[in-house]
């Protein structure tokens, strides 16, 4: 069964703009990692997180990390159409497991 | 370098036949990992091996899947008397590390199994 939940499923926004992404789960974990997948193909690591740790930065990408509150949120600023992929957060509780991911679209 | 590699990349196979699908890991990464991914869902837990040995084989579906990296490198996932309910992506990755579900995982590009 999948245990991250991300929201929203679908985002649909112009270039430039920044995409947010949330994600809920719902065991404690040891990290949170977020993977892209474009259409078609097989997933790209873009960030871990620990547990520990509250917020990431990676290039255009932010994450943040509440434990308290069972939740992540990946922002992307200023999008590009390249960008246009789904989005998955995963969480190790005893395997890892993935959310549903969110279907992010950029357009030019 | 090269990254983790499958193949086939497509598969059909008709309702009853057992089919066989490759992974090659990163060479040298310690931990492999296949995952079954439906379409629109995100990929779910199947199975994990550390070097030769599988640890953990708790997301197989039913005794129908077996995988298998009788060397350390290469593994295997095959399913046996193929059911319409088996058509995903399958997806392998590996990990440098121990353990890996803390670490990165690289991602194969998936084979993509039809059962008809």
């Known amino acids: 069964s999948q245990q991250g939940e991300e929201d929203p499923q679908a985002l649909s926004i112009q270039e430039g703009e920044n995409a947010t992404m949330n994600c809920s789960y719902k065991t404690s974990i040891n990290n949170l990692q977020w993977y892209r997948q474009n259409s078609g193909r097989g997933l790209v690591h873009l960030i871990l997180?620990?547990?520990?740790?509250r917020e990431k930065h990676s290039g255009r990408l932010r994450v943040t990390l509440d434990t308290s509150k069972k939740s992540s949120s990946l922002l992307i600023t200023a999008s590009r159409a390249a960008d246009t992929a789904s989005y998955f957060c995963?969480?190790?509780?005893?395997?890892?497991?993935f959310g549903a991911g969110t279907r992010l679209t950029v357009k030019p | 370098g090269a990254g983790v590699s499958q193949s086939p990349r497509y598969k059909v196979a008709k309702r009853g036949q057992d089919v066989a699908l490759r992974c090659d890991p990163i060479?040298?990464?310690?931990?492999l990992f296949w995952y079954q991914q439906a379409l629109g869902q995100g990929p779910e837990f199947l199975t994990y091996f550390q070097n030769e040995a599988q640890l953990d084989k708790s997301g197989l579906p039913s005794d129908r899947f077996f995988a298998e990296r009788p060397e350390g490198s290469v593994s295997t996932l095959k399913i046996q008397r193929t059911q319409q309910e088996d058509s995903a992506v399958y997806l392998c990755?590996?990990?440098?590390?121990?353990?890996?579900?803390?670490?990165?995982?690289?991602f194969g590009p998936g084979t993509r199994l039809t059962v008809l």
């Open positions: 995963a969480t190790d509780d005893d395997d890892m497991r």
């Open positions: 060479s040298g990464h310690v931990s």
């Open positions: 997180i620990r547990s520990n740790e």
């Open positions: 990755a590996s990990s440098l590390v121990v353990g890996g579900f803390t670490d990165t995982q690289y």
